[in-house]
């Protein structure tokens, strides 16, 4: 059964700095891995999805990568924000029982302090 | 700008009566999604739909649980009779699949925070 782990359960850093979450998985036959961001109260916003083909997707100052034969992934945010205050979730998507399903990680929780 | 829409927000009931959350996807979207997050669990998948058939609800409880999409703009999950361990935020996702093998990006809804005294 596919297990999703986010390392750190939380993370606080002044704004600007640079900054890394990690996801880790164990299994590593997967189809894609998403990054999603959850603001409190709200629902989730895909971020980015990296294919399991891919090694790494940007979308601004977002950088994730893939290492799938280690089970690891990582997001890179650079010049942190106040706004970049958020939840953020790692979820893989494989094949279990038969069915494609979504394996969410419990995820990091970003504070930016201005 | 399209969303998911779920209602109510926000439900309080006792234990033993029944709660039905609705989902409204994305126009066009032909895969629906119900997710249950906890701070103890997280965010786990309860159930699937791919043109309105079920395609997996192995993480829901079967004997409370029912979840249909009695047309392609509305999806039902119902809880009868509810329990105070069912209180957590139910999220609905949709998403287009246009082909075998297609994988799809989820739009979640607000969801709809469940307390069951």
């Known amino acids: 059964k596919q297990e999703v782990t986010q390392i750190p359960a939380a993370l606080s850093v002044p704004e600007g700095e640079n900054l890394v979450l990690n996801c880790s998985f164990t299994d590593s036959a997967i189809y894609n891995l998403q990054w999603f961001r959850q603001d409190p109260g709200k629902g989730l916003t895909s971020l980015l999805l990296i294919q399991s083909s891919q090694r790494e997707q940007t979308s601004g100052r977002l950088n994730a990568s893939l290492d799938k034969s280690s089970g690891r992934s990582t997001l890179y945010i650079a010049a942190s924000q106040p706004g970049d205050s958020a939840t953020y979730l790692c979820?893989?998507?494989?094949?279990?029982?038969?069915?494609?399903?979504?394996?969410f990680g419990k995820g990091t929780k970003l504070t930016v302090n201005p | 700008d399209a969303r998911v829409t779920q209602t109510p927000r926000h439900k309080v009931t006792e234990m033993g009566q029944e709660v039905t959350m609705r989902c409204q996807p994305i126009l066009g979207h032909n895969t629906v999604f119900w997710y249950r997050q906890t701070m103890m669990q997280g965010l786990e998948l309860l159930a699937y739909f791919r043109n309105r058939a079920p395609l997996d609800d192995s993480g829901m409880p079967k004997d409370r649980f029912s979840a249909e999409m009695p047309d392609a703009t509305l999806a039902t999950l119902k809880i009868q009779p509810s329990e105070p361990r069912d209180s957590a935020v139910y999220f609905c996702?949709?998403?287009?699949?246009?082909?075998?093998?297609?994988?799809?990006?989820?739009?979640f809804g607000p969801g709809t925070r469940l307390l069951v005294l």
């Open positions: 996702a949709s998403g287009l699949v246009r082909s075998a093998g297609d994988q799809e990006t989820q739009y």
């Open positions: 979820a893989v998507r494989g094949r279990e029982g038969g069915s494609e399903k979504l394996v």
